[in-house]
């Protein structure tokens, strides 16, 4: 007995500190087919982890291609980005130290905090009590469970009233590893309950209009990234569904909508990081969003998506180079948003539409919910632009949230007096 817990400690000790130590994350300029072609081919060959774009099938020439590479292969990838002549930078020295890095609040006890990144725990608490904390404003309902059984709980921010009221949806977390994201929805509905009243933009808003926050989109996938101490599971993106026939885990939420599902940008490799899933809405978290909104289509007139990273405020469409109808409004609309937002700390976004900003990729929200009739559809890619990626330290939740509030606040403005 004795001596099976001390191999048991071994273990666990050597997982915890093999785990990123020494990776590095790269970023490629591939300006030649040729490079196009060898970034591919050493997905095939070695385990890459793509950050941006999220998959080797999203690459094109003359784009930044930002990889995280397992220390055990380094050797092989600074050889043949050598031979080949491709132009890269190291943006992570060392993913470990990036990981630990993120919680640079200091060892302070890990209660619910808006400035820390929160576990699934925490937030679910943090949900319970904040919704019963003000009745007149705010109130929850579970619009499913996930594929793990957790509850997905939806808040509602708004007015009281008794005629229903026309409502914007916004959620957060639909990637695992994109932990801004649901800082963010956090944020929101902080401040929207502590500024109500006060500012004259939310007091109109929650007078006029309901928003519905769903803090984590992806529940089992974010709580996945937090059992990192352990497993080498921070860097997880997709849901945690199974299947019978695949070892693989998981299909990407944001290619699973139903729209031009599984045509381009995504893979039908249930491995992939950018696996589209076995059918549209297979993932039961992506299902359970669907049917709200579409049970509530007549009143939402705005649906707000929060991702990270890459500083891009995207609308429809993804799934086609064709111009969306609204294409010159939800443009103009999207660039006084990066104005707004840009005016606190300077943060500069590109807007536009999915296609051409990043990259085309079928079956998101985005587009889905546009093809539904929510006209005013958007992603929002928050920071950075690379220099820590999806390891944002947590010393820049704060700024993150309060810029990107000014972007939200004028969109539903926005819609608030266009309706
Ligand atoms: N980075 C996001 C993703 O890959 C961008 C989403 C843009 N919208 C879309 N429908 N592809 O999921
Ligand atoms: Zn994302």
Known sequence: MKVLL????????????????????????????????????????????????????????????????????????????????MEHDVLIEDVQVAVDGQADGGPTPRAHSYTKYNNWNDIQSWIASISSSNPNLISKQVIGNTYEGRPMTLLKLGKKSSSSKPAIFMDCGIHAREWISPAFCQ?????????????????????????????VFNIDGYDYTHKGRWLNSRMWRKTRSRKSGSSCIGADPNRNFNAGWCTLGASSNPCSDTFCGYSPESEIEVKNVANFIRRNKAIIKAYITIHSYSQLLLFPYSYTYDLAQHHSELMQVAQGAS????????????????????????????????????????????????????????????????????????IAAYVRKNI
């Open 6 to 85: 001390f191999f048991g400690l071994v273990a666990v000790a050597l997982a915890d500190v093999t785990r990123y130590e020494g990776d590095k994350v790269f970023r490629l300029k591939p300006v030649l087919d040729e490079h196009v072609t060898l970034i591919k081919d050493l997905a095939k060959n070695i385990e890459v982890d793509f950050w941006s774009p999220e998959g080797a099938e999203l690459v094109t020439i003359d784009m930044d291609v930002d990889i995280h590479v397992p220390a055990q292969y380094l050797n092989i990838v600074f050889t043949i980005l050598d031979q080949n002549d």
């Open 187 to 215: 944020w929101f509905v902080k401040e929207a309950l502590s500024t109500y009243g006060s500012d004259a933009q939310m007091t109109s808003l929650l007078n006029q209009m309901d928003v519905y926050v769903l803090p």
């Open 339 to 410: 104005a707004a937002l840009r005016s606190l700390y300077g943060t500069r976004y590109t807007s536009g539409p999915g296609a051409t900003t990043i990259y085309p990729a079928a079956g998101g929200s985005d587009d889905w919910a546009y093809d539904l009739g929510v006209k005013y559809s958007y992603t929002f890619e928050l920071r950075d632009t690379g220099r820590y990626g999806f390891l944002l330290p947590e010393s820049q939740i704060k700024p993150t949230c309060e810029e990107t509030m000014l972007a939200v606040k004028y």
